[in-house]
């Protein structure tokens, strides 16, 4: 199947601190990607919808400021989480459509910690 | 709020079948059912998935019911790398890729 690259796969960082996760397709070109956060023992909760070339669209209770998504290529979307603060340390997955019926492939994700 | 709704765990001895249920009561003509599973710290993976027809790969089975609102994942010969947590998913085939994901089922592969 296709391959999303994610890295890093974990980071720590300083209160106030910025943090930059890439999210690649390696095989495949995507022009939309996606972004997900999940904490401890609870599921997959969508964040952004990332557009090459254009603004990202961001759920509802999402901070644009906060988590900035730049999708700059067909095959690579950033997110940086801007001012980390202790409650931003989450697991952090992103994901982008191919093939037929359009699956979803997901990368491995990054384990952000902000002390 | 997700479209599925699955019991929150379930347990099955390794080399048993492990059938995981799933209720898409409200799903849409065009609407695919997903299945993806994630174990601990990883990123989900694509399992399976199927419109109206039962499907099958090589890693499970896929049954619709006919009338389309609830399906069945079957893992054939359970292993203890299969526990993990496993999600169904409603969603069109393209256009609209807002997977909504529910709670799942943790199934725990028992040696």
């Known amino acids: 199947g296709a391959v999303v690259s994610q890295h890093p796969s974990w980071v720590i960082c300083k209160s106030g601190t910025s943090v930059k996760i890439e999210c690649r397709s390696l095989?495949?070109?995507?022009?939309?990607m996606f972004w997900y956060r999940q904490f401890p023992k609870q599921s997959l909760m969508l964040m952004a919808t990332?557009?090459?070339?254009?603004?990202?669209?961001?759920e509802q209770g999402v901070e644009k400021d906060k988590f900035l998504i730049n999708h700059a290529s067909l095959t690579l979307s950033t997110l940086t989480v801007t001012s980390a603060h202790p409650e931003d340390s989450s697991f952090y997955i992103c994901?982008?459509?191919?093939?037929?019926?359009?699956?979803?492939?997901f990368g491995s994700g990054t384990q952000l910690s902000v002390l | 709020d997700a479209k599925t709704t699955q019991p929150t765990s379930m347990d099955c001895a390794e080399g048993r079948a492990a059938n995981l249920p799933c209720n898409h009561s409200?799903?849409?003509?065009?609407?695919?059912v997903y299945w993806y599973r994630q174990i601990h710290s990883q990123g989900p993976q694509y399992i399976i998935h199927?419109?109206?027809n039962n499907e099958t790969n090589e890693m499970a089975s896929l049954i619709i019911t006919e009338d389309r609102k609830s399906s069945t994942l079957i893992l054939p010969h359970a292993t203890l790398r299969d526990t993990a947590v496993y999600y169904c998913?409603?969603?069109?085939?393209?256009?609209?890729?807002?997977?909504?994901f529910g709670t799942g089922t943790r199934l725990k592969v028992l040696a």
């Open positions: 990332s557009n090459e070339g254009s603004k990202a669209t961001y």
């Open positions: 095989d495949f070109q995507a022009t939309t």
């Open positions: 994901s982008a459509p191919q093939g037929s019926n359009e699956k979803l492939f």
């Open positions: 409200t799903i849409s003509g065009n609407e695919y």
């Open positions: 199927g419109l109206k």
């Open positions: 998913i409603v969603n069109p085939p393209s256009g609209t890729y807002k997977y909504i």
